[in-house]
């Protein structure tokens, strides 16, 4: 199991932005944003292979976000701009192994495997 903690959510206006972190405690082949608001299912926001440097994004964040990964501090970011209302929810990030690099499965929950508690993003309109 990998322990994983995220940091840099808050609270801001439409418009603005926001970097979170998540620090692992040890390499893994795959990580990813996923975020929850109340009363709705957990949606992938971005994922990468920490090995390679291509990503994949949901089609509601494309061009807003952007997702990167530190492997000397073994470190995933997700620079959010221009944020929106919608954008409002709990942000996890979570590690799992290889799958099959298409959007579906990318940004499956089912496919990951280590979630971290989270941090919350709030964007008022």
């Known amino acids: 199991q990998v322990q994983l903690v995220e940091s840099g959510g808050g609270s801001v206006q439409a418009g603005g932005s926001l970097r979170l972190s998540c620090k692992g405690s040890r390499v893994t082949q795959k990580m990813g944003w996923f975020r929850q608001d109340v009363g709705k299912e957990r949606e992938g926001v971005a994922a990468?292979?920490?090995?390679?440097?291509?990503?994949i994004y949901a089609d509601s964040v494309e061009g807003r976000f952007t997702v990167s990964y530190d492997s000397a501090e073994n470190t995933l970011y997700l620079q959010m701009n221009d944020l929106k209302s919608e954008d409002t929810g709990m942000y996890y990030c979570?590690?799992?192994?290889?799958?099959?690099?298409?959007?579906?499965?990318?940004?499956?929950?089912?496919?990951?495997?280590?979630w971290g508690e989270g941090t919350q993003v709030t964007v008022a309109s």
């Open positions: 979570a590690s799992g192994p290889f799958t099959p690099y298409t959007k579906t499965q990318m940004l499956s929950a089912d496919e990951y495997t280590s």
């Open positions: 990468l292979y920490t090995a390679v440097s291509s990503s």
